[in-house]
């Protein structure tokens, strides 16, 4: 007879490579995974309250700004997240900061040591008329759009054929009235706006990245974990906000899930105009919603067959983990950055500078 093998089960956590997070999972041995969710809470909290002073446009600090935006990307590239941040969200915030930009500059004009761009953008009549630009935009747009059922190529190439025919002596116009409305609006660009547009942008991106910082690296355990550790905390906020999280990572499994039911159904196979497109987003919906109320009711089934109340004694929770060492001295360095910076009012853009100068005299 032979002899049997005998099989031992490894040891807990060996052989694992990544952890679940709230949207995707993080690598086990990334030095965020062993932080403390309520660390990473203060870290995000304490320095957003501390950028929103130095991006204010009375005493903006670009260098603080650029060194925090630093340190916010080398946590990301640590913790293994960037790359897939960078193909998923990114993207779309490089528009959205744009935007930022020249809003700032557009409708916060401020007086500075050069005019860097000055020109009159409304006059405070408006002319209603018709003229060949306009035209030539009408008709582009409509032409692409009931050639090709899409809208973005041909809006692009109207404003493109408008601003050519404006640019030139071809623009006819004719002008049936003339109507006072409003003040007349000059666009003016500073150098003041521009430094204070920059300090902004930089300043907003750090914080969203130490936002995507806190979401991409914390399990909902940790932070049912945390919750635990608050003293006085009730059981009920305790239970409802532990529903809530693990909710929300079930909803991206299945939001993934769904998604590739579509695709592997040919749903992204043929190119579709916007309208299609948001056809298909609603079609996404349906079944993610008819999911989540599933399972909300199998959920409250599951509660009430094993007696839990809201007025129960808690249960002792597994999952708490201690603050250790490296938690204490990053939560005391992000309090007293917040403390320098709120209280004590440190702008290091302006220590760097009186540097410079005195090391010029």
């Known amino acids: 007879m032979s002899q049997a093998t005998v099989l031992e089960a490894p040891a807990h956590g060996e052989g694992r490579k990544w952890v679940r997070t709230f949207l995707l999972s993080m690598p086990v041995d990334s030095p965020l995974a062993g932080l403390h969710a309520i660390t990473k809470f203060v870290m995000v909290l ?19 700004c650029t060194i925090l935006l630093a340190v916010a990307v080398a946590l990301l590239w640590l913790s293994g997240v960037f790359k897939w941040l960078f193909r998923s969200f990114l993207v779309m915030m490089f528009p959205m900061l744009l935007s930022l930009f020249l809003v700032w500059i557009v ?13 009159q953008m409304y006059s405070g009549v408006v002319n209603v008329g018709v003229s060949l630009a306009l035209a030539a935009f009408v008709g582009i747009v409509v032409g692409y759009y009931l050639y090709t059922k899409q809208l973005l190529w041909g809006i692009m190439g109207g404003l493109a054929a408008a601003v050519l025919i404006s640019r030139t002596g071809l623009n006819l116009t004719w002008t049936l009235a003339s109507i006072p409305f409003g003040e007349p609006l000059t666009l003016v660009v500073s150098d003041r706006t521009v430094y204070v547009a920059a300090t902004k942008v930089l300043g907003y991106s750090a914080m969203v990245l130490l936002t995507f910082l806190l979401i991409l690296t914390t399990r909902d355990t940790d932070m049912i974990g945390a919750l635990r550790k608050v003293p006085r905390m009730p059981y009920a906020i305790c239970l409802f906000s ?18 590739q039911a579509q695709v592997a159904r040919g749903v992204n196979v043929q190119k579709k105009n916007f309208l299609a497109r948001v056809k298909d987003v609603a079609y996404l919906s349906v079944p993610l919603i008819a999911n989540m109320m599933r399972r909300s009711t199998e959920i409250s089934d599951a509660l009430s067959a094993r007696g839990y109340e809201m007025g129960a004694s808690p249960s002792v929770y597994r999952e708490v983990r201690p603050l250790r060492a490296v938690d204490w001295i990053l939560i005391m360095g992000t309090l007293a950055l917040a403390v320098a910076v709120l209280v004590m009012g440190v702008n290091l853009t302006e220590i760097v500078g009186s540097l410079i100068a005195g090391l010029r005299a």
Do not use: Q
């Open 46 to 64: 304490g320095v957003s309250f501390a950028l929103l002073r130095m991006f204010s446009a009375s005493r903006p600090d670009p260098v603080s």
């Open 107 to 119: 409708f916060n004009p401020a007086p500075g040591n050069y005019i860097l761009f000055s020109r």
């Open 242 to 259: 532990s529903l809530a999280l693990r909710s929300l990572s079930i909803a991206v499994i299945d939001f993934l899930t769904i998604r």
